[in-house]
């Protein structure tokens, strides 16, 4: 465990933001990390207020991120934040991640990291050469079973791997909402604030990682038709893709936000030749795996089942079995985990493996590139477009 | 209900066979119909023993359809068969509908009705000069929340169609099992008895069918990649298709027989602007809608749940709430239906309007066409492929 | 198999009637039993229209079973009955029964078995002296799963039984519907025609019945407390009892018809020292087994199982997994054992032992005693009772 | 929102107790609390590591609880704490609760409340006395579907109560683990520190607690049969009540720690004149309502359905639906609200309604003469023991 706290500022987040709050519990929840600092806001007066409900000094709240990380470069290091969050819609993730890196701090990012997939080229690079270290938080992988379930593919149980089926259902964008007022459908349709794929970008990559991240199998090559189904939106709100993967294997990942009724239905089924897991990410505390030969068998989430699952779930739970945990104890895991191998780094320790378990640049790159890929095999005429980086 | 029981014969079916015992269950169950004859097998040995078994006469008992069909024409009336029941492999249906047909009989065929779709049209055609009358077993169909599914739709309460999911996982063929002595997956994989599709034709064509029937769209073009995932199998055992309907509605088809631990799971989700609606056919009593603005509701199967289903649904219930029907009642509604309908037909009486609801040639000819698209699509380079008939 | 369909006749069941249309639909599954007779309703316009409905020729319609039975009996042996169903309310059970039995006719009889327990014995009495066979219709006996955790709990693999909860929850009766002109609820809730007790005798003896055959564990004492929720009825609507049991194990059963929104919903939890088992009637096919040190198992119901399931299960299963049987399957393995053993010994054959396996008197005494045990102990003031039979 | 955070003191919890840790996985969640001293341990080693890893100053770090509150009373007031909170084993709730009192301090406790029903109407004339707020953590009570449901009961939707259906079903005690150095199983199954009674002092008084708050209604009688199934216990590990509440309401309550398998199955039912709600802990997220004459309905946790829940409830939720919250988003709720209710008292301001809504002092009246009630009617050879406090 780490000696002190580390210490770290946010960007974006103010206080009627989304995804903002929803990182602060992740970070409170183990105590490991003190928010120092933030530039929550560009307006001024929503920074301020903002600062002042989260406890912050007026001296540590920043309107501008450019403003903020230099003065906390310029801090002493018993001070200095170890890392910042960007927490800002998906087009202003690069410019602070890469101002971060040059200014000697670790990076914790939202999904997709950036807005084109050059730009991720570039945090690439830049990791490279500075040695930082980043945090992708694509959240699905921070479930416990999620980790098992990988550990299961892994370990061959289940037969070589034969079939990926992949889905994320969401109903919220059934109407056109970003014209009501919706803060969050505006920007997420918006290609300016969004990208070039709308439905795709914010959940088909965690789809497309879900799938890759558990099978330990890459994409190759994909047929995709997207649809924009709710008249007068900009992007895509709906999708379906073919997938070939590594091999052999073959699946497919369905995506839409105007699935009436669903709420956050990401689930993942991979079948080998012996058997199949399922995996749902709204009851995710159950990991069931059917056999060819044998009953199903249903996995339970819980710290005490060190005897039933792997080290790399059961590090994963703070609870006994039947306590439930859920998305934000996910998202702490990442948080968990990246907090821990930096604090490692910092005071000169080993990590322990379990550590080292969150996903970063290059789930990153993966994700700008699918985006990249599908948007290309929807424009084509070719049944399939070759996955390409 | 009708004055008489109706009489019956059968051609395929004899005592080791699948299909043919699950028909004579579901044709039992209500006492309408007695089987009279049969032409159970050609080998003669085991067609005798097959009628013995069912109790039929020595005399009735045949090893030639042909033999059986021309003699029980030659009986007077009041002994004669009202109608036909043909459970032979596919390669086997059209011969002995046909001659039926010809004989004056009515017909009873299992899915796919022929072994392609000119003989399905061939028998559209003789149907058409003879006016007899023909159920086609799609026996997904037969279920009352299947019905309450189709009723909602036709109701607009979902409001305008957007997306429909349907998918088939079976398990069963994971291994080579037509080399190991399995019969069901001898004649199934092979395309001189089967067809030109293996999965697709299987179990992809009750996928389609769900899909078209409860939705009441068509489907107007496909982009299909199918898969032979065993390998020495010689035809398709997994595919999936991207689907366009009329209305502007689009879709996914995924069916497998390699999806290893999967029993026999049929699901099937219909998206509206409104809602969505979610069946699966592994526990039937429930139909699950789910709503953009209120909570979901759980719709039960029961025969007393007359002020909360469509009469298309009670009268299709035998039980109360909460008594479990399942296969059998499905498939014993297909026989119920058309065996109404025959006998008000032979009595000339009028029909009830819910005893014409079952499956019949058009759903024969929807089915082979498919077999034919799908085919097609996958042999295809271009995305898709425009659905013909 | 039985060289012959044996000949049955009913009391009882005419077209208005619910428990005798259940059945015949699960005697005719099969084909294995011809319905050649009936006394089907003692209003004689009822009983000749019930008797058309079912093809019965008129002159074996009749309005008295006293006359049914005289006129079977004198039948040549070829035309003559095997068996008599008595599908009456409760209070006309005993004196059909006993005549039968007098006739020489095997029975088959609706639960409870009698009026009063006294009846029982007398009926357990004549069998002795006749050697004749019965067959008491505790239909959840007959589901594949239920007999499939009774081999469970023979086999000692969840180690020494400890707990049994069962429970039967229906909301049928939320309201006084026996004075809205329901029928089923009008001689239901009438001590005159049920008996002493109304939801315990209805429903209470088919969960004490579910506890002691699938643990086979016998009720020793029991502490009961009855309730008439609704105003103005005249018996018990919803109880429940703490149980002893043979080997020091305890239990709970709860029964109630007032459980508004319920349907059917009966639930049977055994727990030994290394797990436990449930099952639910309103999903039968599935099985759960839950350990304390491994992952939890789903057994699923299917006749191709016979590597998972013992032959107890899979002999009375018509369809492989997946294809869901229910309610009139398990009601129709009631008769289909029946009639094989019945069957078997008209013809001087050794029955298979599984054909053996149906409830009948010694389980019709048991329930009386059940509805004594509990009536007395509800009107006591001491904690315990001791259950005599 | 209060303007600090506040401070608070831990007694009880080192590095390697389990509900001290989960405090303060729920306690940092909201950010709104600082940990600032504590007496972790009486073992000085241990409060001291378990101090370091809490990030405490060396010289806030005891191993007197008496110390502590001594020494933090001493504080000036900008550091003094606001309130401690006690995670000891249950016989040394009593002492420092008392002592917190007396300095000052608002008290959050582990429930039980105290070892006895005497200590725990000491607090209470203590409370009255001193003003001071006091938190019991009666977890369950803080999901918000829990709320939810209270608030239906409250309508009257359901009509007039009549059924309460409770059960607690845990394994992990099925063996001696008390003998085999499970520190937990050892004081919980210790008289000398668990209390009077075991099993229902540790969970029943959870399903006492959660059937009274929902349904609004108090115990009046019970009829209590507790068991202890494994040898050598000291204590109950099992057992199952009869129960009586106001209105001639009446139910079942079940709890057991030795039903081999299940994990933490919390589970609520009650049926009212209209219909039934239920609700698992194991999946928290749904609440069921089935109605008597229409379909059931799923409710669904999430902050943005403020259309179809109450405040109550959706002031409890942190994310949107389909983000599954869980066991330590329930606790951290009766934080959260607890802290914002001694924030505005402290700051002088009004609070807000459901800040209000958190277990305290009645509660653990409550839970401590639940025991006292069931161990009497356990001894007693009376059907019914009336509930005194």
């Given at each position: 465990?780490?000696?002190?706290?580390?210490?770290?500022?946010?960007?974006?987040?103010?206080?009627?933001?989304?995804?903002?709050?929803?990182?602060?519990?992740?970070?409170?929840?183990?105590?490991?990390?003190?928010?120092?600092?933030?530039?929550?806001?560009?307006?001024?007066?929503?920074?301020?207020?903002?600062?002042?409900?989260?406890?912050?000094?007026?001296?540590?709240?920043?309107?501008?991120?450019?403003?903020?990380?230099?003065?906390?470069?310029?801090?002493?290091?018993?001070?200095?934040?170890?890392?910042?969050?960007?927490?800002?819609?998906?087009?202003?993730?690069?410019?602070?991640?890469?101002?971060?890196?040059?200014?000697?701090?670790?990076?914790?990012?939202?999904?997709?990291?950036?807005?084109?997939?050059?730009?991720?080229?570039?945090?690439?690079?830049?990791?490279?050469?500075?040695?930082?270290?980043?945090?992708?938080?694509?959240?699905?992988?921070?479930?416990p079973l999620v980790k098992e379930a990988r550990e299961i593919i892994k370990s061959?149980?289940?037969?070589?791997?034969?079939?990926?089926?992949?889905?994320?259902?969401?109903?919220?964008?059934?109407?056109?909402?970003?014209?009501?007022?919706?803060?969050?459908?505006?920007?997420?349709?918006?290609?300016?604030?969004?990208?070039?794929?709308?439905?795709?970008?914010?959940?088909?990559?965690?789809?497309?990682?879900?799938?890759?991240?558990?099978?330990?199998?890459?994409?190759?090559?994909?047929?995709?038709?997207?649809?924009?189904?709710?008249?007068?939106?900009?992007?895509?709100?709906?999708?379906?893709?073919?997938?070939?993967?590594?091999?052999?294997?073959?699946?497919?990942?369905?995506?839409?936000?105007?699935?009436?009724?669903?709420?956050?239905?990401?689930?993942?089924?991979?079948?080998?030749?012996?058997?199949?897991?399922?995996?749902?990410?709204?009851?995710?505390?159950?990991?069931?795996?059917?056999?060819?030969?044998?009953?199903?068998?249903?996995?339970?989430?819980?710290?005490?089942y060190t005897d039933r699952l792997s080290t790399s779930a059961t590090s994963n739970?703070?609870?006994?079995?039947?306590?439930?945990?859920?998305?934000?104890?996910?998202?702490?895991?990442?948080?968990?985990?990246?907090?821990?191998?930096?604090?490692?780094?910092?005071?000169?320790?080993?990590?322990?493996?379990?550590?080292?378990?969150?996903?970063?640049?290059?789930?990153?790159?993966?994700?700008?590139?699918?985006?990249?890929?599908?948007?290309?095999?929807?424009?084509?005429?070719?049944?399939?477009?070759?996955?390409?980086?």
């Open positions: 465990m780490n000696k002190r706290k580390l210490r770290m500022g946010m960007i974006g987040g103010g206080k009627d933001a989304f995804i903002g709050a929803i990182h602060r519990l992740a970070i409170n929840m183990d105590g490991q990390v003190e928010l120092v600092c933030g530039a929550l806001s560009v307006n001024p007066e929503t920074a301020l207020e903002s600062g002042k409900l989260l406890f912050l000094p007026d001296d540590r709240t920043y309107t501008s991120y450019v403003e903020m990380l230099d003065k906390e470069a310029a801090r002493p290091p018993h001070e200095r934040i170890d890392f910042v969050t960007i927490v800002t819609p998906n087009f202003a993730h690069f410019a602070p991640a890469m101002k971060a890196l040059e200014c000697g701090f670790n990076v914790v990012i939202e999904k997709p990291i950036t807005f084109t997939l050059e730009e991720a080229k570039q945090l690439q690079a830049k990791l490279a050469e500075t040695g930082l270290m980043l945090l992708l938080t694509h959240t699905y992988a921070g479930y061959g149980k289940l037969g070589k791997v034969r079939k990926i089926y992949v889905e994320y259902l969401q109903g919220w964008l059934s109407r056109l909402s970003e014209r009501e007022g919706n803060a969050q459908a505006s920007w997420r349709t918006d290609p300016s604030k969004s990208g070039k794929a709308g439905c795709m970008g914010d959940i088909g990559t965690h789809a497309a990682h879900l799938a890759e991240h558990v099978s330990g199998l890459k994409i190759t090559a994909l047929n995709a038709a997207l649809t924009t189904v709710v008249n007068g939106r900009m992007l895509d709100d709906d999708g379906a893709v073919l997938l070939k993967f590594e091999q052999e294997v073959t699946g497919t990942l369905i995506a839409s936000q105007v699935a009436a009724g669903e709420e956050n239905s990401l689930r993942l089924r991979i079948y080998g030749e012996n058997g199949g897991l399922e995996w749902s990410q709204m009851e995710p505390n159950t990991l069931t795996l059917r056999w060819l030969d044998k009953p199903a068998e249903t996995l339970r989430a819980g710290s005490g739970c703070r609870t006994p079995g039947g306590h439930p945990e859920g998305y934000l104890e996910a998202f702490a895991n990442l948080y968990k985990n990246f907090v821990l191998a930096l604090g490692a780094k910092i005071e000169g320790r080993e990590p322990q493996p379990e550590w080292l378990d969150f996903p970063s640049i290059d789930e990153g790159i993966r994700g700008m590139a699918f985006i990249d890929n599908v948007v290309a095999s929807n424009a084509s005429d070719e049944k399939w477009t070759t996955y390409t980086v």
